[in-house]
């Protein structure tokens, strides 16, 4: 049934930056476990009267997001009001922006697949619900703290490549040093819009789910997932499914209904009276763009290249930026690339070292051993005297077999023997 359909697949990504202040006022944007309703004023309450002061950094390092993402910064800009009834909205509209985003059209590949992104802009973040029996409670501390949100085009038609894409993009702006991006405390938050097609039908579908605020990358996948599964029962039935929002229950692996999904129009936009509109110099633009750090597929790239490991390791050396420093301090001392990235990814030397002496303890474990031979065949004898049923089995034709025998006799000598040596003559005992 389901190879009838083509899932359709967008994306919106809220990320929270670790600015100091808040978007528009000088409280702390530090909320995370501090006690409820400490870090608030007039401006982040919503009281009638404050004035809105926008977060110069904040913008800036928004602007680097949407750099990073191979995106057009514009050079004009401005905010507006977003209107929408929810408690933990005080003024009763947000701070956002809709028809002049700081960054437009940018793109990200990923195995060999590129997918766009149709915008990236500032906004301020709301306060934070806490159901409970008794009812709901609100925190304002959260209220107002800046919140980039980033938009792609529909490009995505499996779960797999979201879950790619959304693990790019959190390395990538961990790399940038504007955000955490840790989902479990809220900072990286994470909505798919999903549909589901008739394959060769070439028009999108005339509706779309958004499932709100997933904070897991494995849960991701399983409400879209979950979704293309329900929507194609519907369209199978020949229902349309409901243009709506749903949450994902996590305990029961499924989507649930909140609300039907409001239209642009639904917002009632205008621009925001109490903040100028922005133009910027090209020559600024140009900055931000030219001070980028060696992005994750760059460095991927470079160590391909320059120090000629495999891409899967250079893949993984790169996901966390110390790791990535660290290994190209230790190469700096030790020029075994391959060896050394191994010997990170696999942990076989603790990374807790100083790189000066993980580039010795490098040299250590990769010097050529002097097999003592006599020491060697009676380990040899040991390991087939204790273990008849592995040698029967590899006489059988388990060749694998062998593997374990060797570590017998390696762990009797304490590795001190070629590996090589101990496999060739454990072959030329057993026969």
Known sequence: MENKYQPVIGLEIHVELKTKSKMFCQCSADYFGQKPNLH??????????????????????????????DCELTKDSKFDRKHYNYPDLPKGYQISQYEEPFAINGKIKIKNKQFRIRRVHMEEDTAKLIHEDKGTLIDFNRSGVPLVEIVTEPDFNNAEDVKAFLEELQVIIRYLDVSDADMEKGSMRLEPNISAMKIGLGTLPPYKVEVKNINSFRFVKQAIEYEIKRQVELLEKGETPIQETRGWDDKKNKTFSQRTKEEAQDYRYFPEPDIPPFTFEKKYLYEIKKNLPELPQQKVDRYIKDFKIKEADAFVITRNIKTAAYFETVVLKNKNYQQVANLIINKKISTDLSPIEFAKKTDELLATKTTDMQALNKAIDNAIKNNFQVVNDYKKGKTNAIMFLVGQVMRELKGNAEAKVVIDSLKKIIG
């Open 40 to 69: 608030v004023c007039p401006v982040c309450l919503g009281l009638p009267g404050a004035l809105p002061v926008p977060n110069e950094k904040a913008i800036s390092w928004m602007q680097k997001i949407g750099a990073a993402l």
